[in-house]
């Protein structure tokens, strides 16, 4: 089908504010710019006139609440997944028809928006009321309040503007009012403001794919299957840790599917989550019941997780028409904190749909997994590590604790340890260790080697509390008699005699007595922990 493109940025300008039954204009610092970049596709009959004068019309009515601004001249492209536009909204000119009482004019969501040839010269802007959420006063939904269950119902007509459970001039003065009945073009003033937030909403989503905190992706026609074509996902991360995650999958039409999953790899780390590849949460929408199945791979074995924190959010395709939107998909959003496994800067996502109830990958069309960067959600670890029989400040000793993976001595991290006081209590707040199960290994001169096995660290607080044992004069992780010889060469001498054995002063007093003496009988024959 041939198409044709606008594009979308937002930013800041000046705006005012007016008063007695005028527009209410938004200040400089709330008002989005929207830059617009226009496209015709391979066998539409839209022609640029029509593209300059859908886009005036739409640029002098939405002018109090968002400034739009148009960037290029049109150009050419094939269909409605090509030509996009990074960090834009594309309105495509196609050969969509529409009969009456319907103008050619679909906003699908907010992937793109379609104009046919015969399209009214206000239903641009009635499609940004669909993809900013500009709903008019009082109305349950951009077309006003339907007749009927909304969507889809056969009796919808969604043209009670302005919510007074009437029909009338009022209503069809809205640009919101789906159709050729629509008369003017009014927009009231908080519909205009909730235009502005929602382009501001939909800005976040295109910050994050800028800076590799998200992912954009229109997939292409999956030929076998092309009544399920995936069309459409988006995948990213807003905020400071922690952070709002936001996934959303469009299809071309959700009435043929019964589910769509997101598989997610929140750690990095192939050897946690589902065997081989390594992901570690699935969350899957059931379109049939509206339900959501939040589930967590513990090694291989998949276990059912709380949904309470997950938004739904169902996703539409909506015409310039009284008639029910299309079911095009769902929109999730969680805070990462539902992530006991999370680390390091990376997540990666890989979607899928059925339609027949049973949820395989294999199934969806060719897409390549999504990989995004995210802020690092920091592991908190606390706790307090006793050095036995000495006098010494642990705060001197630049202390530090390995971290590694269960049962393997190799380190995949070296922290140090921050001391909160004399007493050995010590936090660590490190955004570079992902959350998961690990050894924890400290050792320190002439104290034994101590080491926690299996510690789960999750995003929550972790306490780890060490005792290292004293003795190991000459710190090979054993208290024998070769530490008893070293203690018993260098008795009597104080720190600044010449051949003072520092690691046989182990109640580090600075000076070696009978003291260190007992500390090494009473441990004798002790070994640390790998």
């Not at 990989?371 to 307090?384: E, F, R």
């Amino acid at each position: 089908m041939a198409r044709s493109t606008f594009s979308l940025v937002v930013s800041v300008v000046v705006g005012v504010w007016s008063f007695g039954g005028c527009p209410a204009y938004l200040l400089a610092d709330d008002k989005p710019t929207v830059k617009v970049a226009k496209h015709i596709a391979e066998g539409s009959t839209v022609t640029p006139k029509q593209m300059e004068d859908w886009f005036k019309k739409a640029k002098d009515n939405w002018a109090p609440w968002i400034n739009l601004e148009q960037v290029g001249t049109v150009d050419n492209t094939a269909d409605t997944s090509t030509g996009r536009v990074a960090g834009a909204v594309n309105v495509y000119g196609t050969s969509l028809t529409a009969t009456p009482p319907g103008n050619p004019g679909s906003c699908h969501d907010q992937d793109h928006i379609e104009m046919g040839p015969g399209a009214a010269l206000t239903t641009l802007k009635h499609e940004f009321v669909h993809w900013f959420g500009a709903y008019p006063d009082n109305a349950t939904t951009e077309h006003g309040t339907p007749t009927g269950t909304y969507p889809g119902y056969d009796n919808f007509t969604g043209s009670d503007t302005n919510g007074d459970g009437v029909d009338n001039a009022t209503d069809r003065d809205n640009i919101a009012y789906p159709g050729t009945a629509r008369t003017g073009e009014s927009i009231d003033p908080d519909q205009g403001k909730r235009a502005a937030e929602g382009a501001k909403k939909w800005l976040k989503t295109q910050e994050a794919i800028k800076t590799g905190r998200g992912k954009d992706s229109p997939a292409v026609a999956y030929n076998e299957l092309p009544q399920y074509d995936l069309t459409f996902t988006q995948f990213y991360s807003w905020g400071p840790a922690p952070t709002q995650i936001n996934l959303k999958g469009l299809v071309l039409q959700m009435s043929s599917m019964t589910k769509i999953g997101f598989w997610i790899d929140s750690d990095q780390n192939p050897t946690t989550g589902e065997h081989i590849t390594g992901f570690d949460y699935k969350l899957t929408y059931n379109h049939d019941n509206g339900s959501i199945v939040f589930e967590e791979n513990n090694y291989g074995s998949w276990s059912t997780l709380s949904s309470s924190g997950i938004t739904q959010t169902l996703q539409y395709q909506n015409f310039d028409g009284p008639f029910p939107p299309v079911d095009l998909g769902v929109e999730l959003t969680f805070s990462e904190t539902l992530l006991a496994r999370r680390g390091l800067n990376q997540m990666i996502l890989v979607q899928a749909f059925s339609s027949d109830g049973i949820l395989v990958r294999d199934i969806a069309p060719p897409m390549a997994p999504q990989i995004i960067s995210t802020v690092p959600t920091p592991v908190m670890l606390s706790g307090q590590v006793t050095l036995q029989d000495t006098v010494i400040n642990p705060t001197s000793l630049g202390l530090q604790m390995e971290v590694r993976p269960p049962g393997n001595p190799t380190p995949l991290l070296t922290l140090p340890i921050s001391f909160e006081d004399a007493s050995g209590n010590y936090f660590i707040n490190n955004t570079s260790l992902p959350a998961g199960m690990y050894d924890m290994s400290i050792k320190q001169s002439h104290w034994l080697r101590q080491t926690l096995p299996s510690m789960n660290l999750t995003l929550e607080s972790n306490w780890a509390n060490f005792s290292l044992i004293n003795g190991d004069v000459n710190g090979d992780n054993r208290i024998d008699a070769a530490d008893l010889s070293d203690v018993l060469a260098t008795m009597d001498l104080r720190s600044d005699d010449p051949g003072f054995n520092h690691g046989a002063d182990l109640d580090d007093d600075n000076e070696i007595t009978s003291t260190d003496l007992s500390i090494v009988l009473k441990n004798m024959d002790t070994m640390g922990n790998p």
